[in-house]
């Protein structure tokens, strides 16, 4: 075995997250936070992702890495079932995890740590073979994951019998607010199986990280702390959008699908300050065919400027002709560069499903939103969006599960010009200063990342 190439770093962590859009952007984001106090990272995708990926001048100072899901031509979707996608990827993931760690050892590169995402909690086990630490990062809330944990100790039973939902950390929640795979037992079982399950082993997990800052869910992370040793160490968005001190952090970096960056921003350039709905419900919702013509027609209706992410995938939904009817307002592009976007002075509100990079975004560039949780989380980050961090409306759907364009409009016009807008927009620019503050020097996130690097670095 080679020498490890001492002093020219502090420690070598190796950073796993789930292959979807939203856990690796946080995931890599954390690498960048870690590499600016001098530890070495290797970000490892899977073989598919690795394939995929459009990247975008990635940080060199980060390496990459993959190991198989067991799924190399087709990733999650080339799976039959979640349970099928998720089982292999353990079988293989496992193997070739293990594999990694040996093979970064002999190249003199030994790995201190493994930073696991919470949908992969057999990764724990191998970092406890090598005697690495081992810490699960979670990319949804507290709040959520709070939920989550009681259903798998039992102490919230499935299905939910009562009006309210009592849960320590947590507003009361009708049964509606929260999660889907909760609220609507038995729907999804492959993703239930995968959000309780990452409570199967966190009480050997040395840390329990949270791309959240302390400030934002305060109550449910005091609740948390008593179990386990848990750091709070987002937002993770890139350093230029908030605290300015890592000047290379300035995007993503990695993207699954490709931006149509002039685009969106040479017509935002031309838009007043603060006329421009933007519209995205992220990388995975498929949105029902009429709910599309719903949001369509409202968006149509509501008189704004709209800049509108349609998916390829999604785009046979929109109404015949409607992208060159409202050609005037509205531009609809397959994938947007999302934090150009929100950071944009011309962008008014933000209409997101709610998923939780989405949300915490929005938090950090202080953008108020109208909310249309699809499933998953999105409806808990729906619930603190408007009731517990005041910076946003939620749409409500009638008997069929559907927002009415009316709905829509509405909600759009009380958050842009209404008088509960105001408050939203104080609030939410409230909420950007404390995303800030966390990050910045001494700040509550920057701090709990210094303290995870200091407990790596072995004597
Ligand atoms: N995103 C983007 N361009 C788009 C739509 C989304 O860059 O046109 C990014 C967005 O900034 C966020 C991620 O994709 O970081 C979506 O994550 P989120 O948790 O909001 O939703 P998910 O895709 O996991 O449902």
């Not at 979807?20 to 954390?30: E, K, N, S, V």
């Not at 795979?181 to 990452?198: A, D, E, L, R, T």
């Not at 933007?278 to 029902?288: C, K, Q, T």
Request: proline fraction near 5%; glycine fraction near 6%; aromatic fraction near 10%.
């Amino acid at each position: 075995m080679e020498t490890k190439e001492k002093g020219s770093y502090k420690a070598h962590v190796l950073v796993l997250p789930f292959p979807a859009q939203g856990h690796i952007t946080p995931m890599l984001q954390f690498c960048k936070r870690l590499v600016s106090r001098g530890v070495k990272t290797t970000l490892v995708n899977s073989i598919y992702v690795s394939k995929s990926i459009h990247v975008d001048d990635l940080n060199s100072s980060i390496n990459v890495e993959a190991i198989s899901d067991g799924f190399d031509e087709g990733g999650w979707a080339q799976a039959e079932s979640p349970e099928a996608y998720l089982t292999k990827f353990c079988a293989v993931g496992s193997r070739d995890l293990a594999n990694l760690v040996k093979k970064l050892d002999d190249a003199g590169r030994p790995v201190d740590a493994l930073v696991y995402d919470g949908f992969l909690p057999w990764a724990l086990d191998v970092s406890k073979e090598f005697g690495l630490v081992g810490a699960v990062f979670f990319t949804q809330s507290c709040a959520v994951n709070n939920i989550y944990y009681h259903v798998h100790k039992g102490l919230l039973s499935l299905p939910l019998s009562d009006s309210t939902v009592s849960i320590p950390g947590l507003p009361p929640l009708e049964p509606w607010e929260t999660p889907s795979f909760v609220y609507i037992y038995g729907s999804y079982p492959g993703f239930y199986h995968m959000v309780v399950n990452q409570f199967s082993n966190i009480d050997k997990a040395d840390l329990v990280l949270f791309n959240n800052f302390y400030e934002l869910e305060k109550e449910t992370v005091d609740w948390m702390a008593k179990l386990w040793r848990v750091k709070t160490i987002g937002p993770t968005l890139p350093s230029m959008y908030l605290d300015k001190r890592l000047e290379d952090d300035r995007g993503y970096d990695i993207n699954l699908f490709k931006p149509k960056s002039a685009m969106c921003m040479n017509w935002l350039n031309e838009k007043p300050r603060g006329s421009v709905v933007y519209v995205s419900f992220g990388s995975m919702a498929e949105i029902d065919a009429e709910q599309m013509e719903e949001v369509a027609w409202g968006l149509k209706e509501s008189m704004f400027y709209f800049l509108w992410v349609v998916r390829a995938s999604e785009e046979a939904k929109l109404p015949e002709k409607f992208t060159d009817d409202v050609s005037e307002r509205g531009l609809i592009v397959t994938w947007s560069p999302q934090l150009e976007v929100l950071a944009h002075e011309s962008v008014g509100c933000f209409v997101t499903h709610s998923g939780f990079n989405s949300v915490l975004e929005a938090i950090s560039l202080g953008v108020p939103l109208v909310t249309m949780a699809q499933w998953t989380d999105q409806g808990t980050n729906a619930k603190y969006v408007e009731d517990v961090w005041g910076m946003g409306v939620r749409t409500r759907q009638d008997e069929k599960g559907i927002v009415r364009r009316r709905v829509l409009e509405l909600c759009i016009r009380e958050v842009m010009e209404g008088q509960k807008g105001k408050e939203i927009k104080e609030n939410a620019i409230k909420w950007k200063n404390l995303a800030k503050e966390a990050v910045d020097e001494g700040g509550s996130s920057d701090k709990n990342i210094d303290e995870f690097v200091a407990e790596l670095i072995r004597p």
